[in-house]
């Protein structure tokens, strides 16, 4: 079964123009997520693997008087405030 004639006469056109718009922004679109995706990522893992050496850190010194120091902007800035508590009372503990 196919198009009658007289709707394909019509319709090419238009199918037409729906493949070139897509054909010219879909590659800027792709371009646009893939940057977002590295920032959104290097965002979440820097501050993680900051807070995985600090704490590293800490463990292998022993030295509880070491607080976690991240970025003002920084996500996961509130992980990181409980952890320098705990390390509070951990000093505390050892005095």
Do not use: C, Q, T
């Amino acid at each position: 079964m196919g198009i009658p004639e007289y709707i394909a006469y019509n319709l090419m056109p238009v199918l037409e123009k729906i493949n070139l718009m897509l054909l010219v922004s879909v590659p800027p679109i792709f371009l646009i997520l893939i940057i977002w995706g590295v920032v959104l990522s290097h965002r979440f893992a820097g501050p993680l693997e900051r807070l995985e050496a600090e704490l590293k850190s800490v463990y292998h010194s022993g030295d509880y008087s070491k607080r976690i120091r991240l970025r003002k902007g920084d996500d996961i800035r509130p992980i990181a405030d409980v952890v320098n508590k705990l390390l509070d009372k951990l000093e505390g503990h050892n005095k």
